[in-house]
């Protein structure tokens, strides 16, 4: 039988690795375990400069991770490790996102129903205390943060021009 790791148990991990992947440049987007059969662990990075993430980027971060877990062995038995970048239809998983993302198309599915729906697609229009605001469709909703089971980006052509400009800049910066 699979021991299976818990919200928890990914928490542990990303609060360990943290410190050495934010040394390295990079943010913790999301650290979570996905087919259970085969037991992979993934860890989605950015780069704290905003450029694009490279291969080389998941290389750096994944040989770093490694070292971590094989000195702390959290994980019990085999499992792979998967670095990625989040994409441009990232999830979103901090409040801190929806503040970054604010005025671009999401989804979000709530653990419970507001106003009789669990899903919802509409545009981040804020985030106040707690609570993440959105436009759905001319209706505003309002999400408790602790409530959201998950989100994610809308790729649109107003976020792929976004992110355009993004990695424009980035690389700008670098000359």
């Known amino acids: 039988m699979v021991k299976q790791i818990s919200a928890n148990g990914t928490k542990t991990i990303e609060n360990m690795i943290d410190p050495s992947v934010i040394d390295a440049g990079y943010d913790i987007v999301r650290v979570q375990f996905a087919d259970e059969r085969r037991k992979t662990l993934q860890i989605m990075i ?12 998941c290389a ?8 971590l877990l094989d000195v ?39 653990k419970q129903a507001f106003d009789g729906q669990k899903k919802f697609r509409g545009r981040i229009s804020g985030v106040e205390g707690m609570n993440i605001q959105m436009d759905c469709d001319g209706e505003s909703a309002e999400l408790p943060f602790e409530d959201i089971r998950r989100a994610s980006l809308v790729i649109t052509d107003e976020l792929i021009e976004a992110a355009r400009r993004e990695a424009s800049a980035a690389a700008q910066t670098e000359h």
Do not use: H, M, Q, W
């Open 46 to 57: 950015e780069r704290r400069d905003r450029r694009p993430v490279t291969v080389d980027d």
């Open 60 to 67: 750096t971060v994944s040989r770093i991770v490694s070292t």
């Open 72 to 110: 702390e062995d959290p994980v019990p038995g085999r499992y792979n490790l998967e670095v990625s970048s989040p994409g441009i239809d990232r999830p979103l998983v901090k409040v801190d996102d929806y503040e970054r993302f604010a005025g671009f198309e999401a989804t979000v599915e709530t």
